[in-house]
């Protein structure tokens, strides 16, 4: 990859840092010059971040794409958040609300959730349909790291 860079956002002030994966642990937010961190918790992932936050993103990204009506989904979030912590730096996980964002959700005909969608290299790697235990989840998403 000629490319190892990721995009996060600060924590701090919101703004979208590119920041070198070489140089990470000292990376500063570009506007408040705040100290930069791999994310622990999933992002929020909508049709307007989806291009930048998951499609040109270098580290492999997992897509939650759930709605606050299924109790799957809220079954599979702590997991989720888990997920995160563990793989903070290697990985990133994103949450899509497929009621707010439906055009998306359609594109990747997203037809039951919850769905975890894997990508990689701006590519749909994996397709998880249903609630998961951590292990599955971990073992599709470390292939990929
Ligand atoms: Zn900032």
Same mark, same amino acid.
């Given at each position: 990859?000629?490319?190892?860079?990721?995009?996060?956002? *600060? $924590?701090?002030?919101?703004? %979208?840092?590119?920041?070198?994966? @070489?140089?990470?642990? =000292?990376?500063? *937010?570009?506007? *408040? %010059? !705040? =100290?930069?961190?791999?994310?622990?918790?999933?992002? @929020?992932?909508?049709?307007a971040n989806f291009?930048?936050?998951? $499609? %040109?993103?270098?580290?492999?990204?997992?897509?939650?794409?759930?709605?606050?009506?299924c109790p799957p989904?809220?079954?599979?979030?702590?997991?989720?958040?888990?997920v995160a912590r !563990?793989?903070?730096? =290697?990985?990133?996980?994103?949450?899509?609300?497929?009621?707010?964002?439906?055009?998306?959700?359609?594109?990747?005909?997203?037809?039951?959730?919850?769905?975890?969608?894997?990508?990689?290299?701006?590519?749909?790697? @994996?397709?998880?349909?249903?609630?998961?235990?951590?292990?599955?989840?971990?073992?599709?998403?470390? %292939?990929?790291?």
């Amino acid at each position: 990859m000629a490319d190892k860079s990721q995009i996060i956002a *600060c $924590e701090n002030c919101g703004t %979208k840092n590119r920041i070198s994966l @070489e140089n990470k642990d =000292k990376a500063i *937010c570009g506007k *408040c %010059k !705040e =100290k930069l961190y791999f994310p622990t918790k999933p992002i @929020e992932i909508t049709g307007a971040n989806f291009n930048l936050m998951v $499609e %040109k993103s270098t580290l492999p990204v997992l897509v939650d794409f759930w709605a606050t009506w299924c109790p799957p989904c809220r079954m599979i979030a702590p997991i989720l958040d888990e997920v995160a912590r !563990e793989l903070s730096g =290697k990985a990133m996980i994103g949450k899509l609300d497929v009621d707010a964002n439906q055009i998306t959700a359609g594109r990747f005909r997203v037809q039951s959730i919850p769905t975890l969608l894997i990508f990689k290299g701006g590519k749909q790697v @994996e397709r998880i349909v249903g609630l998961q235990t951590k292990e599955a989840i971990l073992q599709k998403l470390k %292939k990929h790291l």
